[in-house]
T-cell receptor, first 111, second 114 residues
Framework: NAGVTQTPKFRVLKTGQSMTLLCAQD?????MYWYRQDPGMGLRLIHY???????AKGEVPDGYNVSRLKKQNFLLGLESAAPSQTSVYFC??????????FGQGTRLTVV | QQQVKQSPQSLIVQKGGIPIINCAYE??????FPWYQQFPGKGPALLIA?????SEKKEGRFTISFNKSAKQFSLHIMDSQPGDSATYFC?????????????FGQGTTLQVKP
């Protein structure tokens, strides 16, 4: 049972480049989330999904897009990366209110 | 808008000490309050959680104290060990929203010295 798997684990982008972060969960969870973690700011919700085919904005959605075409996958896209998007990104999944399971994180640096 | 405020930002204790981390929330609709533990290079993992119908919950050496009227809750780690050195996050969510969204505090970095 792998839980929540994030790909890639590390990435360096140049300003203006695009990329997609992949999150996969094998727990049949309906709910999935993308957070970013920055020093002194905790984890902030970027986008989330309450089921296959649905997405919604979180606290800090600007500059990001997401898609949930399959229940087990949740993709986070950066269309034109900016240095302010340098962060550690975490994907999480849950059955709803209750325990959320987090992936190992993706450390992204935008130069 | 920071709906969950956590303090202190960092904490150093000796082995065997009882570190206490505090959180305060604003939204009275929150009805689930978990604590997450994060080791360097890893994702957060659920440590312990409480709902507002109880004032205290214990799991092993970890205790949550909850004060509904003050809108505050805290994590106590009894007999702390060097292996407890990690970053701790409090969080809150609303069951009525049917989204499971967690609002996190800023985090506390705990160091337990041998």
């Amino acid at each position: 049972n792998a839980g929540v798997t994030q790909t890639p684990k590390f990435r360096v982008l140049k300003t203006g480049q695009s990329m997609t972060l992949l999150c996969a969960q094998d727990m049949n969870h309906e709910y999935m989330y993308w957070y970013r973690q920055d020093p002194g700011m905790g984890l902030r919700l970027i986008h989330y999904s309450v089921g296959e085919g649905t997405t919604a904005k979180g606290e800090v959605p600007d500059g990001y897009n997401v898609s949930r075409l399959k229940k087990q996958n949740f993709l986070l896209g950066l269309e034109s990366a900016a240095p302010s998007q340098t962060s550690v990104y975490f994907c999480a999944s849950s059955h709803g209110q209750g325990r959320a399971f987090f992936g190992q994180g993706t450390r992204l640096t935008v130069v | 808008q920071q709906q969950v405020k956590q303090s202190p930002q960092s904490l150093i204790v000796q082995k065997g000490g009882i570190p206490i981390i505090n959180c305060a929330y604003e939204n009275t609709a929150f009805d689930y309050f978990p604590w997450y533990q994060q080791f360097p290079g890893k994702g957060p993992a659920l440590l312990i959680a409480i709902r507002p119908d109880v004032s205290e919950k214990k799991e092993g050496r970890f205790t949550i104290s909850f004060n509904k009227s003050a809108k505050q809750f805290s994590l106590h780690i009894m007999d702390s060990q060097p292996g407890d050195s990690a970053t701790y996050f409090c969080a809150a969510s609303m069951g009525s929203s049917n989204t499971g969204k967690l609002i996190f505090g800023q985090g506390t970095t705990l160091q337990v010295k041998p």
